[in-house]
């Protein structure tokens, strides 16, 4: 498998390469076209979700003979003209061939898998029989980028890890690209990568090797080893970055003052699409009237206090204190690690939550464990109709209103999480340690229970 042609803008799988611009869209438009950018200093903005990434205009490394190569964009050999190549690569762990062809020179070689490959490379005079140039893939040391779009939290926080960890596993010289904001947030906290912000489209043409993170459109299969609905968020892009896996969390700065000194917990009830919301009618403020009797406060973190999808207007529950607004990621992480837990959807905050260390309730219906991170307070409803979204035969549509493959448009329509009850919700609350020190606090006829047992 391979393509083989003249240097000039090509595409393959849809995407525009070499030397054209490579294009990532990994997150929906959540906000109105008017609503102005959400700057640097705030955190991603989901109108950013199309990384542009460019690629030289021919491989970076040189080969005897003429011949230039360079693993940027799967594999890539230009071949001088003047004659006959035979090229073969393999798979240097499992010793099968990926690529073979005899092809006249003059053009270049260009592979069709964007994952980490341990390529074992023999290019030979198709009539001599000569070699010509031979190569074992090894980054150690040689400079890599990995690449991680911008646009959602939720993906930049899960993926961002595992450059890292490819620089340590691999032990090459990583440059991350990423979003700017992220770079002002925790950059400092990775000494050892570079980074550059995903804005400046930087050209990937002085590297040996580049890799993109993504939850990749159903037409991609050349840019991943395995769906990610097989393994999920994480395991996934490690996957991709041939590494083993384990689930990794980003270093963030967890020096900030407790905002209160009453018990808090931290809620986000908003999300880019209403198949990830809690659509029991509401559950929200039921969930949030019992932990107010028991002596916490409760805070909504959104960003948005207010959504509409497909004519539905969406706001955060009434119940809960609005910490709304459009404030930078740390402040928001300056609360959640003081939280005695936090409650919200398979989405970003979610994973800050993660990242900061506390207990994280996960009201999950579109998604089935595994695809975000481990926690054993995920409720999912399985009576019902459930996880779309961790279903190979399904890719979320990021330009659809109201995601529901399975019942859009009819009476079933998001059940999933509609099936979630408070009654749900309150036992597995109780499990969380805090809440039971706070109901041993609170003399029983003060608690505000939906359970009657």
């Known amino acids: 498998m391979g393509y083989s042609f003249k240097p000039q803008p090509i595409s ?21 076209p008017e609503t102005p950018m959400i700057g640097p200093e705030i955190g991603p903005d989901p109108r950013n979700a199309q990384c542009t990434i460019k690629l030289g205009d021919v491989p970076g490394m040189d080969a005897p003979h003429g011949i230039k190569y360079d693993f940027i964009f799967g594999f890539r050999f230009l071949l001088p003209a003047g004659r006959r190549y035979h090229v073969l690569v393999m798979d240097m762990d499992t010793d099968l061939p990926l690529y073979e062809s005899t092809l006249d020179g003059g053009g270049m070689v260009v592979g069709d898998r964007k994952y980490f490959l341990r390529y074992h490379v023999r290019i030979s005079d198709a009539d001599t029989k000569e070699l010509l140039f031979e ?21 930049n926080f899960a993926w ?16 991350c690209v990423i979003g700017e904001w992220f770079i002002r947030l925790c950059g400092d906290l990775y000494p050892k990568l570079k980074f550059i912000p995903v804005s400046e489209r930087p050209p990937l043409n002085d590297g040996y090797a580049s890799y993109y993170c993504s939850a990749f459109p159903k037409d991609r299969t050349s840019w991943r080893p395995v769906a990610h609905q097989h393994f ?6 490690s996957q991709m970055l041939g590494l083993p896996h384990e689930y990794l969390k980003v270093r963030l700065h967890l020096d900030a003052p407790r905002p209160f000194k009453e018990p808090f917990v931290c809620i986000s009830s908003m999300a880019t699409n209403p198949s990830k919301y809690w659509n029991f009618p509401d559950g929200w403020n039921t969930a949030i009237r019992f932990l107010k009797s028991i002596g916490f406060r409760v805070m909504d973190i959104d960003r948005e206090h207010d959504l509409n999808f497909a004519g539905k207007h969406y706001s955060i529950p009434t119940e809960a ?7 930078p990621i740390s402040d928001r992480i300056a609360m959640l690690q003081h939280a005695d837990f936090f409650i919200g959807l398979p989405s970003g905050l979610s994973w800050v939550a993660w990242d900061c260390n506390i207990p994280v309730v996960l009201l999950a219906g579109f998604s089935m464990e595994g695809a975000e991170f481990p926690t054993p307070y995920r409720i999912t409803n399985f009576n019902y109709c459930h996880g779309c979204w961790s279903d190979p035969t399904l890719f979320f549509d990021v330009n659809a209103p109201v995601w529901c493959p399975r019942h859009s448009g009819t009476p079933r329509e ?29 003399p029983p006829e003060k608690v505000v229970s939906v359970i009657h047992e």
């Open 12 to 32: 393959i799988a849809g995407i525009k390469t070499d030397p054209m611009p490579v294009s990532l869209s990994v997150a929906p438009q959540t906000a109105a």
């Open 160 to 175: 961002m890890p595992y450059a890292e960890e490819f620089r340590r596993v691999h032990q090459a010289d990583v440059t």
């Open 232 to 237: 999920g968020m994480q395991r996934s892009i």
């Open 414 to 442: 998001i059940e999933c999480t509609r099936a979630i009850t408070p009654l749900m919700v309150e036992k597995v609350l109780r499990t969380i340690p805090a809440v039971q020190r706070q109901l041993a606090l609170t």
């Open 321 to 327: 204190e609005d910490f709304t607004g459009r404030l």
């Open 135 to 155: 190569h074992k893939f090894d980054c150690k040391g040689k400079k890599v980028y990995v690449v991680v779009p911008d646009g959602g939290l939720g993906e």
